[in-house]
């Protein structure tokens, strides 16, 4: 007949078991939450030694080649202007224009990038359309 096992070693076995895996949970929380607090600044690294492969003039295509896609579903993004996350700022995990690097395009081709080039360019004068010609009608008013 086997020798009983005294209780307070069943018990001390299951307290180091719960010791365990409380700290492999703890581990692999850790591990999860340093890669997302991380998430912002690699994403940002990246876009910036990317960024300083672009040059004037490069298509639509050939940006989306050497730094991937834009920042999707932000108001500010449009077919013309393109925002890369670049200044973790906030820390809400919301992409806002004043962390974003902005690249401008016209007739599909980059003409710069760089917020003091976004603000220049938004202060530009708009072309006005050509003169035409007055129909009858406009001449008799």
């Not at 007949?1 to 703890?26: D, H, N, S, Y």
Request: with cysteine.
């Amino acid at each position: 007949m086997p020798a009983a096992v005294p209780f307070f070693q069943g018990t001390r076995r299951i307290e180091i078991m719960k010791k365990l895996v409380f700290t492999f949970f703890v581990a692999v929380l850790f591990s999860t939450l340093g890669g997302c607090s991380l998430w912002p600044y690699n994403e940002a690294r990246r876009n910036i030694e990317n960024s300083r492969n672009l040059r004037i003039g490069m298509t639509k295509t050939e940006v989306l080649d050497v730094m991937g896609e834009p920042e999707k579903n932000q108001r500010y993004n449009t077919p013309d202007r393109w925002f890369y996350y670049v200044k973790p700022e906030w820390h809400d995990f919301q992409v806002t224009e004043d962390e974003c690097l902005p690249l401008i395009f016209e007739n599909g081709r980059l003409i710069g990038w760089g917020t003091e080039f976004h603000a220049r360019y938004l202060l530009r004068p708009m072309p006005t359309a050509p003169p035409t010609l007055a129909t009858e009608t406009e001449k008799k008013m």
